[in-house]
């Protein structure tokens, strides 16, 4: 039989609506095209980030232990921690600017300080180190800040208690009412501190090594299960393995303390290591390389100038809630 023009058209469009269902059942869905450019991006949170430093670091009279460790952070990309006696001997704008800045100061517009003592042997409330570092030290006059580096809570704390505009480190001091505050405002991240002086510490001279007043901020961050507090102003190097603000071992929620005042300035005698010091030396300059993962960390103490000591190791983050 012969279809007219018409019938044929119409029994060409039947077939058409009869198969194209048909086709599409059978024919695979197209796999989308990947490629490393297509790749989304990491977030923030989902990065990896590089914390390196050091505290008690530049001093005009002796500049090679300083121009030492500076040596290693050339190497080395990320955020510089600077845990306070940044600029010895009294923290002077001189001071700043003939002893730190030839060093440790090329690294200014990535470094985070902190304040040591030695920012307030002049009169007045650490005005030449305010100046210095502008915005990057927190607000004029109280010198305690925090930031975020990829999933992790960074806070800069002033630890000289008892130094003019601080009011104190104990509960209820102004410090500490921010600290609880910041860290409310924080929840469920990993959380690093550091300051100058250090709760515990090995050092010979116990009123120079131990700096009971900051037991409040380490109840604080305690509380929030902070992960990392790292200090100087001992010269020297110790780490503790984690434990409570009262000194007792606590290997799940205890916070690890890094002592690391070996920036440049000189050397200081340890003596009997406290309890749960786990390793320790006095003789070597170098720089704390702090690698911090969404959920983990590593450290790795770098010796400047070749010399043999050396420490790392690793841990978790305390506020990760394990995978269902």
Same mark, same amino acid.
Request: glycine content about 10%.
């Given at each position: 039989?012969?279809? $007219?023009?018409?019938?044929?058209i #119409?029994?060409?469009?039947?077939?058409?609506?009869?198969?194209?269902?048909?086709?599409?059942?059978?024919?695979?869905?197209?796999?989308?095209?990947?490629?490393?450019?297509?790749?989304?991006?990491?977030?923030? +949170?989902?990065?990896?980030?590089?914390?390196?430093?050091?505290?008690?670091?530049a001093?005009?009279?002796?500049?090679?232990?300083? &121009?030492?460790?500076?040596?290693?952070?050339?190497?080395?990309?990320? #955020? /510089?921690?600077?845990?306070?006696?940044?600029?010895?001997?009294?923290?002077?704008?001189?001071?700043?600017?003939?002893?730190?800045?030839?060093?440790?100061? &090329?690294?200014?517009? &990535? #470094?985070?300080?902190?304040?040591?003592?030695?920012?307030?042997?002049l009169?007045?409330?650490? #005005?030449?180190?305010?100046?210095?570092?502008?915005?990057?030290?927190?607000?004029?006059?109280?010198?305690?800040?925090?930031?975020?580096?990829?999933?992790? +809570?960074?806070?800069? =704390?002033?630890?000289?208690?008892?130094?003019?505009g /601080?009011?104190?480190?104990?509960?209820?001091?102004?410090?500490?009412?921010?600290?609880?505050?910041?860290?409310?405002?924080?929840?469920?991240?990993?959380?690093?501190?550091?300051? +100058?002086?250090?709760?515990?510490?090995?050092?010979?001279?116990k009123?120079?090594?131990?700096?009971?007043?900051?037991?409040a901020?380490?109840?604080?961050l305690y509380?929030?299960?902070?992960?990392?507090?790292?200090?100087?102003?001992?010269?020297?190097?110790?780490?503790?393995?984690?434990?409570? @603000?009262?000194?007792? $071992?606590?290997p799940?929620?205890?916070?690890?303390?890094?002592? /690391?005042?070996?920036?440049?300035? $000189? +050397?200081?005698? =340890?003596?009997? @290591?406290?309890?749960? !010091?786990?390793?320790?030396?006095?003789?070597?300059?170098?720089?704390?390389?702090?690698?911090?993962?969404?959920? !983990?960390?590593?450290?790795?103490?770098?010796?400047?100038g070749?010399?043999s000591?050396?420490? $790392?190791? !690793?841990?978790?983050?305390?506020?990760v809630?394990?995978?269902?």
């Amino acid at each position: 039989m012969i279809l $007219s023009p018409t019938k044929s058209i #119409t029994a060409l469009a039947l077939l058409a609506v009869l198969y194209c269902p048909y086709a599409a059942a059978q024919a695979k869905p197209a796999r989308p095209h990947r490629s490393a450019k297509s790749k989304p991006a990491p977030t923030k +949170h989902s990065e990896t980030v590089t914390l390196v430093g050091a505290g008690d670091i530049a001093s005009c009279k002796d500049p090679e232990g300083a &121009r030492a460790t500076a040596a290693l952070i050339d190497k080395i990309p990320g #955020t /510089v921690f600077a845990a306070g006696d940044l600029a010895y001997e009294k923290g002077s704008s001189a001071d700043f600017q003939n002893c730190y800045g030839p060093s440790w100061g &090329r690294f200014k517009d &990535r #470094t985070r300080p902190a304040l040591g003592n030695h920012e307030y042997a002049l009169p007045g409330p650490a #005005t030449a180190y305010f100046q210095y570092w502008g915005a990057q030290a927190g607000p004029v006059g109280k010198g305690y800040y925090s930031l975020n580096l990829g999933a992790w +809570h960074i806070i800069a =704390l002033n630890t000289n208690c008892t130094a003019e505009g /601080v009011g104190g480190c104990a509960s209820g001091s102004p410090e500490e009412t921010w600290l609880k505050e910041d860290l409310a405002a924080h929840p469920n991240v990993c959380i690093l501190a550091y300051g +100058h002086h250090a709760l515990f510490s090995s050092g010979i001279f116990k009123s120079h090594a131990v700096h009971p007043e900051l037991k409040a901020l380490w109840q604080d961050l305690y509380a929030a299960h902070a992960d990392l507090i790292l200090a100087g102003h001992e010269h020297s190097y110790e780490r503790f393995a984690p434990q409570d @603000p009262d000194g007792h $071992s606590d290997p799940q929620n205890g916070i690890r303390e890094i002592v /690391v005042g070996t920036g440049g300035r $000189s +050397h200081d005698l =340890l003596g009997i @290591p406290l309890p749960n !010091s786990e390793l320790r030396d006095w003789s070597t300059y170098g720089v704390l390389k702090l690698t911090l993962a969404p959920g !983990s960390y590593t450290w790795e103490f770098i010796p400047a100038g070749g010399a043999s000591f050396h420490d $790392s190791g !690793s841990g978790i983050c305390r506020n990760v809630q394990p995978s269902l």
